[in-house]
């Protein structure tokens, strides 16, 4: 068995901080995928930095300090590692690391956030084509993907508790959820999903400030896709929503 874990931790060296790196850990995962990691590899503690027995490598956001960036630490080393894909305006934000192994091609991913009004959900519409476009590439040259991390956007009306409130805000709208058709039009498999096609009010993040989750008033933000040549070695996929220390809560893929 193999697992994979994805969480984003909002904020790496205050979730050290607060003891969750450690908890973390305990989860004995064999590669940890973190998003929204806020630092640059230099600002970080030895612990976070080289983790013992795992490699480690990080992609920060040279466009803003403090913001964005993903992580990705792996018990096993990678054939290959690469930050990004290919195109500066997205590569600068920090928002992806590729890790290729031989059974298949990882994806860490911190999707961009359309909140800050139309040129960024431009943004992160053009984002989400040109990441398409690109691991698309890949699999037609017979990789099998995997991506996972902080999409952004809740899919249908079953991931998140409130819709029709929420049908007109960035991270539910019609232009963003038709993305995540044409993902899954092209063969790829939102495993959570695919598994529990009718569980309800399973969620992956929850607004801090309005105490939503003691409600379980959330979004399903966070997913594993994989391709078919992938979804067949799937034991399982989990959603932790009981594990705390961030806004988002970890989610885990198992395979065979």
């Not at 790496?12 to 973190?34: P, Q």
Request: one cysteine or more; hydrophobic letters at 35%; a neutral charge.
């Amino acid at each position: 068995m193999m697992k994979i874990l994805s969480w984003n931790v909002n904020g790496i060296r205050a979730f050290e901080r607060n003891g969750n790196w450690k908890r973390l850990l305990d989860f004995s995962a064999d590669i940890i995928c973190v998003q929204e990691t806020k630092a640059e590899s230099e600002q970080l503690s030895n612990t976070l930095r080289v983790p013992e027995g795992y490699f480690s490598y990080f992609s920060s956001s040279q466009k803003r300090k403090g913001w964005s960036g993903v992580a990705l630490f792996s018990k096993k080393e990678p054939r290959s590692v690469a930050l990004g894909m290919g195109i500066p305006r997205f590569d600068e934000e920090g928002r992806i690391i590729m890790a290729k192994y031989e059974e298949f091609t990882l994806f860490n991913v911190y999707f961009p956030n359309g909140g800050q009004g139309p040129e960024r959900i431009e943004y992160k519409l053009e984002f989400y084509d040109a990441f398409l476009a690109h691991i698309e590439k890949l699999r037609k040259k017979g990789e099998p993907i995997i991506f996972c991390g902080d999409v952004n956007t809740a899919h249908e009306e079953i991931d998140l508790a409130r819709p029709h409130e929420n049908e007109h805000r960035t991270g539910f709208l019609p232009e963003e959820r038709a993305w995540i058709d044409e993902v899954i039009n092209h063969g790829y498999a939102d495993v959570w999903r695919t598994l529990y096609p009718r569980k309800k009010s399973v969620y992956t993040y929850w607004d801090m400030k309005t105490h939503a989750r003691e409600r379980n008033v959330g979004w399903r933000l966070d997913y594993f896709f994989a391709s078919p040549d992938i979804f067949k070695k799937i034991h399982t996929s989990l959603t932790l929503t009981e594990v705390t220390g961030s806004d988002h809560c970890p989610i885990v893929l198992v395979l065979k």
